[in-house]
Each structure stands twice: as structure tokens, then as C-alpha cells.
């Protein structure tokens, strides 16, 4: 197992909004398009790939998110999960050996920054030009947009609990910006 | 600053796009046949009307997908969004 190192490593508990990096956990970046690598991901890791634009779709261990019609981002729900091992072993025998589609594991790649408080949206507002209105109610929404000028990944994960993903080189930058504006709300 | 509506991802704002240049532009079928004009003439020279263009545009900082846009160039408004491939709308 490697040895991960976190990119962030603080915590800000403000009293509307609070902010911590999630680490480690796996991500894999999944790219396919014919319907066989579709359903050959479905009976692999038991739960399909979410086809609809903008949805993601769980079940108790991995989440995933759609990301663009031909690609999606899976992560482990939990920390230091042991079995998504498998998974990603599973995956590389059924999707890249039969050259169905493209498996890359980018848990290094992106920082998984938690969001939760009730002015989680009030923060956005300060630095993303994406319309919130509707995604804000919809469990298991997800989008990506610019924050801070920043690419970042959105997931609605419950009520006032969201998933940012962000790529790791600007993840200090976007957290000091969020801890910022967040001290300001 | 305008919306766009992406055909993979749906209403976003512009500043999340790239221009890529005018659409439908066919790369000749035996450059090596083509005269320096010739060639120069498909490589570099592009249209630059007032009214309505046929554009590339690339949800760079959403889905990441190149699609086509029909748009009127002296006022902004977006007659036509569709995706690679697609025949383009009479507008």
C-alpha cells in the first residue's frame, strides 16, 4: 500500500460552514463508449454507470460520477478502503485488457475537499458561475464548473454536505480561497 | 457574457467554453496535390462575418466535448447549439 500523504492537512470549523480534506481515498477515472464497456462496468463493480448528465450514482462501498458522456470518476466512500483494491483490479482484467475502454487511477491527482453547514451555496455564489438553484435540492446532483477560477468537481452529496473535487497542484490555493471567503460569510 | 446551452451537459455560463473557430471546414483529401495557396487557403484563412457563423466550441471547463454552434456574431444571439457529427441546421 503506499504511503499517501495528505495535500491539505487542516481543518476550518467556521461557525455556518465547515471544511476538511477527505484523504485517502481511491479514485479511478473510468473512459468508454460502446455499450459493451457499459455493460462490462456494470457487471464488474454491480452498480451502472450513471448515463444521465450531471447524476452520480452509489452504493455502499463506491460512488460514482458522470463526468462527460465517455467518461466518470468512481471513489471509495470510506477511508483507506482495502477492497477497492479488487475493484480496481476487476476492472483493469475486464475493461483495458479487452481494450474496451480506459481505467486510471487518479487518487493522487485529486484532493476531496468536504463541505458541510447550512452556507455551503452562499460560498459558491462568491466564485462560481454555475446556477445552483436547482442542484442544491437534488441528492446526488453533481457538476463540473469553475470555482475561483479553478476546474473543480461538485457532488451534491446530501443536504448540506458536499464533495468538492479539485485538482491537487491548486488544492491549497482553492482551500486557502474557500477558508477565506467562508471566515466572510 | 452569455449562457450556453451545451448538448452533453446543459445551460452554462461562457466563461466555461472556448471558441474554437469556424466549423465545417474540410481538410482536403490529398493535401500533397494542393498548391502553397491552396493549402494556406484551407489551413489559415477563415471567415470573419457580421451575422450568423457556424462556430466550434468546447465545454472546456465542464464536459470537455467539442460541438458546433450557430451563432450571430453581431449581437450574441445562439440560433443553434449541436453536436459533432450532427448536420448543421438551416438557420
Request: glycine share 4%; proline share 4%.
Amino acid at each position: 500500500m503506499l504511503n499517501f500523504q495528505t495535500a491539505i492537512n487542516d481543518q476550518k470549523n467556521f461557525s455556518e460552514i465547515k471544511l476538511n480534506e477527505i484523504s485517502p481515498i481511491r479514485k479511478l477515472i473510468l473512459r468508454g463508449k460502446s455499450r459493451e464497456f457499459l455493460s462490462a462496468v456494470g457487471k464488474t463493480i454491480n452498480i451502472l454507470l450513471p448515463t444521465e448528465p450531471n447524476t452520480s450514482s452509489s452504493n455502499g462501498e463506491i460512488t460514482i460520477i458522470w463526468l462527460s458522456p465517455d467518461e466518470w470518476i468512481i471513489f471509495s466512500n470510506s477511508i483507506d478502503n482495502q477492497d477497492f483494491n479488487q475493484i480496481e483490479e476487476k476492472l483493469v482484467q475486464n475493461i483495458c485488457k479487452t481494450k474496451l475502454g480506459a481505467v486510471i487511477d487518479v487518487t493522487d491527482q485529486f484532493v476531496m475537499i468536504n463541505l458541510t453547514g447550512n452556507k455551503i451555496f452562499d460560498l459558491f455564489q462568491k466564485g462560481s458561475p454555475f446556477n445552483f438553484n436547482e442542484f442544491r435540492n437534488k441528492k446526488g446532483a453533481t457538476t463540473q464548473t469553475l470555482l475561483a477560477k479553478i476546474d473543480v468537481i461538485i457532488q451534491n452529496k446530501d443536504q448540506n454536505d458536499i464533495n468538492v473535487f479539485v485538482r491537487r497542484s491548486f488544492s491549497r490555493h482553492l482551500y486557502s480561497w474557500m477558508s477565506d471567503s467562508a471566515s466572510r460569510l | 457574457m452569455f449562457v450556453i446551452s451545451c448538448p452533453y451537459c446543459g445551460e452554462r455560463e461562457q466563461s466555461e467554453f472556448k471558441a474554437g473557430g469556424e466549423a465545417h471546414i474540410e481538410r482536403p483529401k490529398q493535401p500533397t496535390e494542393l498548391s502553397d495557396d491552396e493549402w494556406a487557403e484551407y489551413l489559415f484563412m477563415r471567415k470573419n462575418i457580421k451575422g450568423i457563423q457556424y462556430e466550434r466550441w468546447n465545454h472546456a471547463h465542464g464536459c470537455r466535448k467539442w460541438f458546433n454552434m450557430v451563432r450571430d456574431t453581431s449581437n450574441d444571439e445562439i440560433k443553434a447549439v449541436y453536436k459533432m457529427g450532427e448536420k448543421p441546421p438551416s438557420v
